[in-house]
Each structure stands twice: as C-alpha cells, then as structure tokens.
C-alpha cells in the first residue's frame, strides 16, 4: 500500500517537522523560488548521488553531492551542492549519509538551482552506519565524522537531534543500494572531453559545441530549431548565401534539398517577406542546423535568441534526410530527464575566467567579419590596369610631382602668415592640397548617358578626403561632460585590443552637412557606469578661413563628426565618464586641451546659453522680437548661427585658423514623405563630414 502524500509540502513541514531549525532552509523553499538568488542559506539532507573531485582549471578540486529532505522526498526531486576545496579537504559520503551544509550560497543558474561552496561553508557529515546506534543518546553527535578542514563552528544540540529524527524519518526508497551508488561515483571520474569544433564533427558521433546562435531560433511545437556557428568550415555542412531565399525562420524550405529537385514542392511562404527569408548567419559552409527535444526545447524558447552564445553538450551528430548534409540533434537524458545541456556563456563576464574556447570562437568570429568586410570593398572597387611605363615618362611625372608640392608649401607659407595660422594643430597629408570649405560643400555631379541623351546627375555623396584651412565656430553638446558617452560593451570589448579602435567608426553619431548638429543621444548614465565602455563622440562646427578680410557673405560652415578614434588623436586622451567627481582632472585637461583649439569659444558659448536662459526665464525682460539683441541671442543656437558672429558682451572670441584633414561619407537615413528614396524602402543618402588625421600639439 502506498505511503499517504500530503498535498500540501508546507502542511507536512509543520506537522512532520516541528524540530526544525529556525536558521536552515528547506530544499522545497529553495526550488520553489522563495529564496533569492546569492542569499547564503544553511540546509540538511540525505545524500542520494555523489561525483567524485576532479580538479579545475584552478588550485581546487570540485565535487558534488546530491542531497534531498522530508520536504522533497515524495516528490523525487532534490539539489545538487558544488563544493570548491583542495582535495584533501573534500568530504567523503556514502549512500544514506546525512549533511549538514552551513552558508552556502543559492544560485539558479540556467534555470537550475544548485548551492555553491565558499569559504566560510562548513560542511559536517553523519556516517549513516553509525547513525543507528545513537538512538539511545538521543543525538547523532556520535555519527558526526571528523571535519576534513577547520569548521567557522560545530552543529549544536539541537541540530544533532534533528539529524537523528531525519534519519528515523526519511523514506528509505529513495536512498540508492550502496553498490550502485558507488558505481555512479566511480564513473563520475570517467570524464571524456567530448568538445570538439564544428570543422571536426562527424556522423554518428556526439559533441560538446560552444557556438553562437546565428538565427533566432524556430518553435516547432515539441522542438525548436537553431542555426549554430563557431566560425569554422565543415564541408558536410549545408552551403549559405546571402542571397539565399530558401530559408524562413530557420527552417529550409526545400527540406535539405541542396539540388533543387523538389522547387515544385515548397511550402507555402506567402505570410513572410523575402527579405526575412533570406539567410542571416556567415556565409558558406559554416553553420549547423540543431534539433532540440524536451527539455532543452523549453529552455531555448524561455531564454535563447539570435546572437546568444551557447555552450551544447552531448549534441549527437547525423546525417539528414537528404543523407549528404549532416545535423545535430538534443535530446533527452534517459538517465537524468529533467537535466539541460544548453548554457547561456556571457562574453561579457571576466577576462581571467572566460573560457578559452569561447574567446578563440569570438576571434574567429572577428576574422570572418573582417574578411567579408574587405570582400565587399573589393566587390565595389575597380582595379584600374596599369598600362606599361617607361622610364623617362615616370622621371617627368615625379619632376611634375615635386615641383608641385614645392608651388603648394610655398602658397600654404603665404596663406598661413596671412591668417595668423595656430602653429599647435598639426594634422596629416602635408603632401595634399588645401581645398576650400566652400568648395568641398559643392555638390557633385555625375554625367552619363540616358535615350542617347546626355544627363548630369546630382551625387548624394561622395567618399573622399581633403585638407582644409578653417576655424571652430561652435561645438556640440553645448556641455563638455556631454562629449563622452557610455553604451553597453559587447563581445569584443572584454576580448580584443584597443589597436581596432578604428573599427567603431559606425558607431559614431550622425551628423549633417548642414548648419544643423548631429542629434545627441542619451549618455547612459542610468547604467552602472562600471560596466559601460566610454567613447569620444562630439562635433565642431567649421567655418572656411581665407586670407581675405570678411565681408557680409556668411563664409562656408559644416558641421563635421569627431568619433572616438579622431578624438582619442585629438586630444591625446582616453574617453571616460565626465560626470563622476573622480574624473574632474580629465574634464580639465580637456578644457585646457580644447581651448588651443578653439580659444575662448567655451566661455562665449556657456555666456551666450546663460543669456538665452535667463530671458527664458523672465521674458518680460527679454529684448523685442525683431530687435538686435534679439538676433544676438538667435545667434549661436543650432540652426540659427555660431558662436562667433553672437554678441557675447565683455568676451572677444580668440580663435586662430588651423589646417585640418577632414572626410566626406555618406549615411542611409528615412526620407520625407513623399520625397526621393534613392535607396529605396523610404531611405535615402545622407551627406556627412568627419574630422581625422589632425592633433592638437602640446606646447
């Protein structure tokens, strides 16, 4: 006859239990979620599985004990306690033992929950065969066997008594024969490093994979597909192109079939669009499609998307229907069916403890990213033939050559005396020629020939780089600490070098040609700023420098980018956060820096927004719409001119001309309703400018 089950846990502890320690935890408080994560609790149980210490990759050993109490028992569930000491420090257990574990930490880890060991865990064993014999004294102080380390404290009266009464209590069915349960520790020792890469997988084997999930992920009811890659080739894998629309959501639309025999047959794909059916992930032979089955497919759908890496382990390899692609498979442990072979790895997390694997995947990863960049380059441009030279047209050219640069430095010497040029900027290129402001501002005109019609064409933009002779007339954001901003770190931010600095340049702000500044985006300071990577990103208003007096004729501006690689050049500085009070002796250095490149322009600008600020806030004293004061204020605000031309009282701008190198590009940006959308989709290009190559010298 079966044994009565309560059906209420919490009952069955307040009548079963009524000795229970007031500072230890049960297991059912401890999987059902009623006690958070990193709380350090104390508990006891029965020792129902044991693997054996294998060492880590560090000084200590790691073992593990599975243990279970009256408030589980019937519900065959129990929690693993992962002990981190030397390994002649480690507690040695056998089936039935009773174990006391005192401040170990919770933690849930993929949806897991398990104890973790520190240093201030004691762990006390009571020997089950000796437990027996205690019953006369009433305590199991007898059974307890001597600590392996040093305990913080030894279990009290009350605990050893409650130690006896578990072991008289506890059902004795779920305590496994001694002679398995040896046998389970023994091969716990029988570790193999099933890990291999995804070049080396093989039908009929199993694998453990660290791989990145390339597509997000496919819920087929009872399964869920994914799309893995580790950035390495495997040619049984199936071919991917970026053209490809034979894939929706993951899932080929030809079932494997790479030869095209069933087109005739494809599923109906009418509710997606071809863009979302086209493949997303690296191209080539480089991805594996995965099966997952319970319960790692409510895991993957609860948790995992595309981008994630993952760690798979004892993924069986196959071949597919088509038998010439080969798949992975997840499936059920018999043995243990409700374990998890899918872990969510955080690149993120500290660069001493990351695994190895992971970080040589993300190098990988950077490579390939790299390679397809330079690929599409490469697509784009046309090599232009080199026709054979002879030796005495190439001397005649480098004459041409050299007398030209000499004319250039002899015009740019008469140019810079006349301007009074800022000898502390210095910039790259001297071999090139000073190009007006207003004449990079022109637009570009490309002829070609329509109906046998000759049309000139207007560019959006060209990519070009030039050397320009200008001043700084304004700046944003109007406030220095704003110069810096924060956004969350990836992957290659806690893994790679800052010699690829020079690869975030999308990540700087768009900025317009116009006499607009970029919009300014939020700093993040809601983010721990601990955690956040810091980047330069501003921009400077230009204006054209001539050696000719100014007239009415407002001279040529634009608003160009200075992202975090033209900025760390600049100013010889690192980014950092600008508004912590530690940082105050950055933000000074930066204003000093900053004022051999502008002069005086700060101080004019932080009294021109003090002005406007006060007649927003007493309009009553604001001077008459129209009048010249009024125009005075307009001046310098975004989109109504500079700082420079502002009347400023008591402050006379200090602002020297300098030569600087400067960059055209364009951007795709969402067109007006209704207007040109030459990149179609409602986008169009949008001409941009950014500083380079240009440094301000110390003195």
């Known amino acids: 006859m079966a044994r009565f089950q309560p059906a209420n846990s919490g009952q069955r502890r307040a009548q079963d239990n009524p000795r229970f320690p007031k500072s230890w935890t049960t297991i059912r408080d401890l999987l059902d979620g009623t006690v958070p994560s990193g709380k350090y609790v104390s508990i006891v149980g029965v020792v129902k599985d044991y693997r054996l210490p294998l060492p880590t990759k560090g000084t200590d050993y790691k073992c593990t004990l599975t243990l279970c109490d009256t408030s589980t028992e019937y519900d065959n569930e129990d929690i693993n306690i992962n002990i981190f000491r030397s390994e002649t420090e480690m507690p040695k257990v056998e089936a039935g033992d009773i174990v006391i574990v005192s401040m170990a930490k919770f933690q849930v880890y993929n949806g897991t929950a398990s104890l973790l060991t520190s240093y201030n865990t004691d762990v006390f064993v009571y020997e ?86 390339v597509k997000e992920p496919y819920d087929l009811g009872d399964k869920m597909t994914l799309w893995v890659s580790d950035y390495t080739e495997n040619n049984s894998f199936f071919l991917q192109t970026r053209d490809s629309v034979d894939w929706a959501d993951g899932v080929p639309t030809r079932d494997g079939d790479v030869y095209g025999y069933t087109n005739n047959r494809k599923k109906p794909m009418a509710s997606l669009d071809e863009e979302n059916r086209k493949w997303s992930g690296p191209e080539g032979k480089r991805s594996l499609q995965l099966t997952c089955w319970e319960p790692h497919a409510s895991f993957i759908r609860q948790n995992v998307h595309q981008g994630d890496w993952v760690r798979l382990r004892n993924v069986q390899i196959r071949y597919g229907h088509n038998s010439v692609n080969i798949e992975g498979c997840l499936r059920e442990d018999l043995k243990y069916r409700d374990r998890v072979y899918v872990e969510i790895m955080d690149p993120t997390g500290d660069r001493e403890t990351l695994d190895q694997r992971l970080v040589d995947a993300i190098l990988r990863k950077r490579t390939y990213e790299k390679a397809q960049k330079q690929a599409h380059k490469n697509g784009e441009k046309r090599k232009a033939q080199e026709n054979p030279q002879k030796e005495n047209r190439r001397a005649k050219r480098q004459k041409q050559r050299e007398n030209k640069q000499k004319a250039i430095e002899e015009e740019a010497a008469k140019q810079q005396a006349a301007l009074g040029f800022n000898n502390l900027i210095v910039s790259e290129h001297q071999d090139k020629d000073i190009i007006p402001l207003s004449t990079i501002l022109q637009p570009v005109y490309y ?253």
């Open 447 to 699: 002829t070609t020939s329509i109906d046998n019609q000759e049309v000139k064409l207007e560019l959006p933009f060209t990519c070009a780089m030039y050397r320009t002779n200008v001043r700084v007339v304004d700046f944003h954001p109007a406030c220095l600490k704003d110069f810096a901003v924060g956004r969350a770190p990836t992957e290659y931010d806690y893994l790679l070098n800052n010699d690829d600095d020079s690869e975030s340049d999308a990540a700087a702000p768009a900025a317009s040609a116009s006499s607009s500044p970029p919009a300014s985006s939020p700093s993040h300071h809601h983010h721990d700023a601990r955690r956040l990577v810091w980047q330069w990103r501003f921009a400077l208003k230009l204006e054209e420098a001539s050696s000719t007096k100014r007239t009415k004729t407002t001279p040529a501006q634009a608003w160009v980018v200075v992202d975090n690689p033209a900025a760390q050049l600049l100013l010889d500085l690192d980014a950092t956060d600008l508004h912590a009070s530690a940082c105050a002796d950055e933000l000074a250095t930066l204003r000093e820096r900053l004022f051999k490149l502008w002069g005086n322009l700060e101080e004019r600008k932080t009294r021109l927004e003090a002005k406007k600020l006060q007649h927003a806030r007493d309009p009553l004293h604001a001077p008459p719409a129209g009048s010249s004061d009024d125009e005075d204020d307009s001046a310098g605000a975004h989109g109504g001119g500079d700082v420079a031309d502002a009347d400023v009282p008591g402050s006379q701008l200090s602002n020297r001309p300098f030569t600087c190198c400067i960059r055209q590009y364009g951007v795709p940006i969402l067109a007006e309703e209704g207007g040109v959308d030459d990149l179609g989709q409602g986008k169009k290009w949008h001409r941009m400018f950014g500083l380079f190559g240009t440094k301000i010298r110390d003195v």
């Open 128 to 213: 089950a065969r000796r437990l027996p014999a205690c019953k006369r004294s009433g305590s199991a102080r007898g059974a307890l066997k001597p600590p392996t380390r040093q305990p913080k404290r030894e279990p009290d009266a009350t605990e050893n008594e409650y130690v006896l009464w578990l072991f008289g209590r506890i059902d004795q069915s779920i305590v496994p024969d001694q002679h398995d349960f040896s046998a389970r520790a023994r091969q716990s020792l029988n570790v193999k490093d099933k890990f291999c890469l995804l070049q080396d997988v093989r039908d009929s084997k199993f694998a453990d994979l660290i791989v990145q999930v």
